[in-house]
Structures are given as C-alpha cells and as structure tokens.
C-alpha cells in the first residue's frame, strides 16, 4: 500500500488553464506539506496543514489555493497556469508527536506548462 | 531566507569507494537531516540528528551534527550502485506558532561508475 500517494503523476497543461493535484495518506499523521522542486532540483516549501489548520503559508501567488478537506487529505488547486510553475509538486506528510523532520514524502507531480 | 550550501553538487565515484558531502548554513537549526531521492520519486529519510555532535550511522551511511548547529556531513562506505541518486541535507525550523519546516539544501548528485 502507498503511504503518501499523489494524482496524477504527470500533467501537462497550456498555460491560462486551471488544475488540481490530489494528495492522500494513509499514514494516520495529521500535518500534511506541499512542496515545490525546480528543474535544478531546490525543494521549496508551500504550504502545511495540521489537522485542516493552514499553518504554513511561504511566498507563494494566489493562484495557488491548497485545500485540506480532512487530515489524510490535502489538495492543491492552480489557477491561471504559467510557464514558471512547471516543475514536481511534492505532497509530505507527518505526525506531529513525530522526532521533527520525519516527513514522508509522495512520489510527486510533474506538471508541465506549455 | 534561510539557506543552506550543500556541496558538491555532483560527484561521479567508481563502485566501492568512500564518499562525503556536506551542508553549512549561516542560521542555527534544530535538527539536521539526510534525504535520499531516486529517479521518479520523492525523498526518503535516511538519517535524522537531533542533537550538536550526534554521530549517527545506518547500514554504510554515517552523518554528524554539527557543534556548532550550523553544519552537517554524510558519509557513505564502500559504494554500490543503488547508492546513485541525489542526496539532500535538510534544517528543521520552527517558525510562527510553533509550525515546523524544513528548508532543504541543493542537492548533491551521485553517480557511480561499475
């Protein structure tokens, strides 16, 4: 069974459009992360939900609304695709009573604006 | 932001030697760790340091906190080929209301010559 489990695992798309990436784990944590990796491989973090709480919120435009329906789930919606925002969209996720750090990551979403 | 300089950036090594990178920040953090990824995949935990000092070792891997909180390296013995991908040193930070992050080093490429 997939711990941390992503859809789809690739998306191309023209630029203008609108796009989801699902996100769901089965690992009964309760903090779940996105995660940005470029296309030299920096991994920038998002956003962070605890328990549906948005608690991490980095410098990142408006177009992108992440969504936490419930602890094992946390969705990402992108507005008004653009050039820029092609690269692996990472979901994570942890246990807060964890040893800090622990995250276990998806296997990613490689989204491709043309 | 808070940054850290993980170098090298790539290493290309023949099958059975030793190898060592390393991760400096100019921010004290907390927790250091070591992150593994594959082609395709997202980034496995391999080693997790929690305290200024720590040696840790799992399996032929061996990494160290730094005394000064601000550095960490990660050995590897006697390489074998699945030891190929991209390594990465990550600081944990607990930022506004307690939320916890980790900023992520650049990378460093492993490739191993049979």
């Given at each position: 069974d997939t711990a941390v489990s992503q859809t789809p695992k690739y998306l191309v798309t023209q630029m203008g459009n609108d796009k989801s990436i699902k996100c769901e784990q089965?690992?009964?944590?309760d903090t779940m992360y996105w995660y940005k990796q470029d296309s030299k491989k920096f991994l920038k973090i998002m956003f962070s939900y605890n328990n549906k709480e948005l608690i991490i919120n980095e410098t990142v435009p408006n177009r992108f609304s992440p969504k936490s329906p419930d602890k094992a789930h946390l969705n990402l919606h992108i507005n008004s695709?653009?050039?820029?925002?092609?690269a692996v969209y990472f979901c994570a996720s942890r246990l807060e009573q964890m040893p800090t750090g622990k995250l276990f990551f998806g296997s990613g979403t490689q989204l491709s604006v043309l | 932001g808070q940054q850290l300089n993980q170098s090298p950036q790539s290493m290309f090594i023949q099958e059975g030697e030793d190898v060592s990178m390393n991760c400096t920040s100019s921010s004290i953090f907390n927790t250091w760790l070591w992150y593994k990824q594959d082609p395709g995949e997202g980034p496995v935990l391999l080693i997790a340091l929690y305290k200024a000092g720590e040696l840790t070792s799992n399996g032929r891997l061996t990494a160290q906190f730094g005394i000064t909180r601000k550095d960490s390296f990660l050995n590897i013995s006697a390489?074998?080929?699945?030891?190929?991908g991209i390594y990465f040193c990550a600081g944990q930070l607990v930022g506004w209301q307690g939320a916890q992050k980790l900023v992520f080093g650049q990378g460093t490429r492993l490739t191993i010559n049979p």
């Open positions: 089965n690992l009964g944590h695709l653009e050039l820029g925002d092609s | 390489s074998i080929p699945s030891d190929v």
